[in-house]
């Protein structure tokens, strides 16, 4: 596709179960993020994938969170033993030119109930 | 703890006013600046970037960067309602993902 594609839309679960949202980048595009956004808040940085390796992922609130990128292409974000405090549209971006120029999927919206 | 300032707004004009909406930063080492526009609903996108002191001009969009001030703002000449949106400030460091953080984000509404 044209564009970052990112799966589920939209995922509903319970407190404590374990949760996997799907990032397709740009073809070419090396980097890829993940940032978590929440209601009437600016996007907060997760973590920053350079082809297969996470070259950052200092933004990861916990070892709850966890992601992989294993053929360079797409990126899983895993999230165990969910919490309500998850609730947030997470967002995936890629970007091949300027770094910080970032070009965002439509998100994931994950609400625990 | 870098730190991105933002007035949420909202910001009301008239159509075919100039918008100006600012942004500061705590981090003095951050050496790229950048604005989205997140519509409701929607995934933030890249309208601005700016690198250096001084004014950058792209159609009715100015950003403009005094680093010495640790500021950063946008104009939107003649505004319009297709305008009306949320404009993200986001500020890079000099690292090698230039990992963005951003502002809380300022609350644009164009009136008709």
């Known amino acids: 596709g044209a564009g970052v594609s990112q799966t589920p839309s939209n995922k509903v ?7 996997e949202l799907r990032c397709d980048p740009i073809s070419g595009h090396t980097a890829l993020y993940w940032y978590r956004q929440s209601l009437g808040q600016g996007p907060e940085f997760l973590i920053y994938f350079q082809g297969t390796g996470a070259a950052d992922d200092s933004g990861l609130p916990n070892d709850r969170f966890f992601a ?3 053929e360079g292409s797409v990126s ?3 999230i165990q033993r969910t919490e309500r405090g998850d609730s947030a549209v997470y967002l995936c971006a890629s970007s091949s030119r ?3 120029e970032l070009f ?3 998100g994931s919206r994950l609400t625990v109930l | 703890q870098k730190e991105v300032e933002q007035n949420s707004g909202p910001l009301s004009v008239p159509e075919g006013a100039i918008a100006s909406l600012n942004c500061t930063y705590s981090d003095r080492v951050s050496q790229s600046f950048f604005w989205y526009r997140q519509y409701s609903g929607k995934s933030p996108e890249l309208i601005m970037s700016i690198y250096s002191n ?3 001009e792209d159609g009715r969009f100015t950003a403009q960067l005094n680093k010495a001030s640790q500021y950063v703002s946008l104009l ?3 505004s319009q309602p297709s305008d009306s949106a949320t404009y993200l400030c986001a500020v890079g460091g000099n690292n090698a993902g230039n990992m963005l953080t951003f502002g809380g984000g300022t609350r644009l509404m164009v009136k008709p």
């Open chain 1, 68 to 70: 992989v990128r294993p």
């Open chain 1, 104 to 106: 965002f999927g439509e």
């Open chain 1, 13 to 19: 679960t319970e407190k404590g179960k374990y949760v």
């Open chain 2, 54 to 56: 001084g004014d950058k």
């Open chain 2, 76 to 78: 939107i000449r003649d």
């Open chain 1, 98 to 100: 300027s770094p910080g």
């Open chain 1, 76 to 78: 899983t974000l895993k």
